[in-house]
């Protein structure tokens, strides 16, 4: 792998880690969705979709995940919309783990 260097990151997978990582914290703890719409949609700048995928149910929820965050980034973002960004990214690595031949099941507790 070569060093180079991105502030927000830049990949599929890699880029996705990084948004979700951004689910606990204090921004969403406090409630404050607006504010959290606005920081973690960084991770989202260089995010690419692989191209086999870009046709695909991946492709959809990712640009579904892009689209809630180009729309509520500036405001007007709730725990529901972040609670639909939550589920779309889950619903994302279950699919990737099936694209990768694995039999992922949904967790009773996620």
Same mark, same amino acid.
């Given at each position: 792998?070569t060093?180079? =260097?991105?502030?927000f990151?830049? %990949?599929?997978?890699?880029?996705?880690?990084?948004? =979700?990582? /951004?689910?606990?914290? #204090?921004?969403?703890?406090? %409630? @404050?969705?607006?504010?959290?719409?606005? %920081?973690? $949609?960084? /991770?989202?700048?260089?995010?690419?979709?692989? %191209?086999?995928?870009?046709? /695909?149910?991946? $492709?959809?929820? =990712?640009?579904?995940?892009?689209?809630?965050?180009?729309? *509520?980034?500036?405001? #007007? #973002? =709730?725990?529901?919309? *972040?609670?639909?960004?939550?589920?779309?990214?889950?619903?994302?690595?279950?699919?990737? @783990?099936?694209?990768? $031949?694995?039999?992922?099941?949904?967790?009773?507790?996620?």
């Amino acid at each position: 792998m070569t060093e180079k =260097t991105s502030e927000f990151g830049k %990949g599929f997978v890699y880029n996705l880690i990084l948004f =979700t990582e /951004h689910f606990r914290n #204090g921004y969403s703890i406090k %409630g @404050d969705y607006e504010s959290w719409f606005y %920081g973690v $949609g960084s /991770h989202l700048f260089e995010l690419e979709i692989p %191209g086999k995928w870009e046709a /695909h149910e991946i $492709g959809d929820k =990712t640009r579904s995940v892009i689209s809630y965050f180009n729309r *509520y980034r500036l405001g #007007g #973002g =709730t725990i529901i919309e *972040y609670r639909e960004v939550q589920r779309l990214v889950k619903d994302i690595g279950l699919l990737i @783990d099936n694209e990768l $031949g694995l039999n992922p099941i949904k967790g009773d507790y996620e």
